[in-house]
C-alpha cells in the first residue's frame, strides 16, 4: 500500500520568503508529527497532531512555523520568513497510535530546504 | 529528560562481519524502542520496533535486543554486506508532555566494503 507521501522533495528560496510544505499520511492513520532533520543536530520534534484535537505545537522553533491538517488527513507545514538556520530536511510520520498507544512510525522521504 | 545516545558515531567493517550498533537512554522508563534505517538522501525506514515487555526482535538478518534496566538496545546485523551501509538511528517515544513523539540518537552510520 502507499506510504507517506511528501512534497516537494527539494525546496529552495530566498530569506525571508514563504514555504509551504505538505505531508500525506498513511490511510487510516490518525497520529501525524513533522521533525526537522538538520546537519549535525539530529532529528527533533516539531508539531503532533492526534486525529481532531488541537495539535502539539511544544516543539515548533519559533512563530515563523505553523501547521494544519485538514480533514484528519493531509498536513501543511508553514515557514514565514524564512531564514538561513531554517535549512534542514522536514520529515513527516503517521501512525496507528499515539500518546498512550505508540506504534511503528512510518516516516515519509522529507523535504530538503535551502534557504539562501 | 531523556536522552538517547549511539556509539559508535561511524563504523566501517568488511563484507560478512558480523556487528553490533549500540544504543543507551537514560530513562528507563519506556513504552517501547524502534530501530530505523536512513540512505543518504532518503527517509527513515523502520526496522524493529522492540516493546517495553519484550528484550529482542528479529527480522532476516537484524536482531535488536532491549535491556530496559541499563537503558541499553543493541542492533547485531549478521553476515553484512554492502547494501547494509547507511546510517542507523534508535528512538525511544517521549511522554513529557502530549506528544508521544520519537527522541532520536544521533545515528551510527555504518559501511561495509566489499
Known amino acids: 500500500g502507499a506510504g507517506v507521501s511528501q512534497s516537494p522533495s527539494n525546496k529552495v528560496t530566498e530569506k525571508g520568503k514563504d514555504v509551504e510544505l505538505r505531508c500525506d499520511p498513511i490511510?487510516?492513520?490518525?497520529?501525524l508529527y513533522w521533525y526537522r532533520q538538520s546537519l549535525g543536530q539530529g532529528l527533533e520534534f516539531l508539531i503532533y497532531?492526534?486525529?481532531?484535537?488541537?495539535?502539539?505545537k511544544s516543539g515548533l522553533p519559533s512563530d515563523r512555523f505553523s501547521a494544519e491538517r485538514t480533514g484528519g488527513s493531509v498536513s501543511t507545514l508553514t515557514i514565514q520568513r524564512t531564514q538561513q538556520e531554517d535549512s534542514a530536511v522536514y520529515l513527516c510520520?503517521?501512525?496507528?497510535?499515539?500518546?498512550?498507544?505508540?506504534?511503528?512510525?512510518?516516516f515519509g522521504p522529507g523535504t530538503r530546504l535551502t534557504v539562501l | 529528560k531523556q536522552e538517547v545516545t549511539q556509539i559508535p558515531a561511524a563504523l566501517s567493517v568488511p563484507e560478512g562481519e558480523n556487528l553490533v550498533l549500540n544504543c543507551s537512554f537514560t530513562?528507563?522508563?519506556?513504552?517501547?524502542l524502534q530501530w530505523f534505517r536512513q540512505d543518504p538522501g532518503k527517509g527513515l525506514t523502520s526496522l524493529l520496533l522492540?516493546?517495553?515487555?519484550?528484550r529482542e526482535q528479529t527480522s532476516g538478518r537484524l536482531n535488536a535486543s532491549l535491556d530496559k534496566s541499563s537503558g541499553r538496545s543493541t542492533l547485531y546485523i549478521a553476515a553484512s554486506q554492502p547494501g547494509d551501509s547507511a546510517t542507523y538511528l534508535c528512538?525511544?517515544?517521549?511522554?513529557?508532555?502530549?506528544?508521544?513523539?520519537?527522541?532520536f540518537g544521533k545515528g551510527t552510520k555504518l559501511s561495509v566494503k566489499p
Open positions: 497532531f492526534q486525529g481532531n484535537s488541537a495539535p502539539d
Open positions: 528512538a525511544v517515544p517521549y511522554y513529557g508532555g502530549s506528544q508521544g513523539n520519537l527522541i
Open positions: 510520520a503517521s501512525t496507528h497510535g499515539g500518546r498512550w498507544a505508540p506504534d511503528t512510525q512510518y
Open positions: 522492540i516493546q517495553s515487555s519484550q
Open positions: 530513562d528507563s522508563a519506556i513504552y517501547n
Open positions: 490511510s487510516g492513520h490518525t497520529a
